[in-house]
């Protein structure tokens, strides 16, 4: 799925409307600044599980050495 793009002047006015269209319909977000994106809006499900998915820095380390 595409994300919509918003200006951080669209987050500003529009705020609650982006964080309900990310929650209830599940769209991501990107976020510019100066015609550059640094951030991404997503829902809090799709970060929880990358988050779960991610190894952790200790297994990293691991599996480096």
């Known amino acids: 799925m595409e994300p919509k793009t918003y200006t951080t002047i669209d987050l ?3 705020m609650g409307e982006i964080l309900d269209r ?3 319909a599940g769209e991501p977000a990107a976020i510019t600044r100066k015609g550059k994106t ?3 809006l997503v ?3 799709w970060f929880e599980q990358y988050m779960a ?3 952790s820095s ?3 380390e691991q599996s480096a050495a």
């Open 12 to 14: 500003r006015k529009q």
């Open 43 to 45: 829902p809090a499900e």
């Open 53 to 55: 998915e991610r190894p």
């Open 22 to 24: 990310t929650r209830i």
């Open 58 to 60: 200790a297994d990293a």
């Open 38 to 40: 640094p951030a991404y």
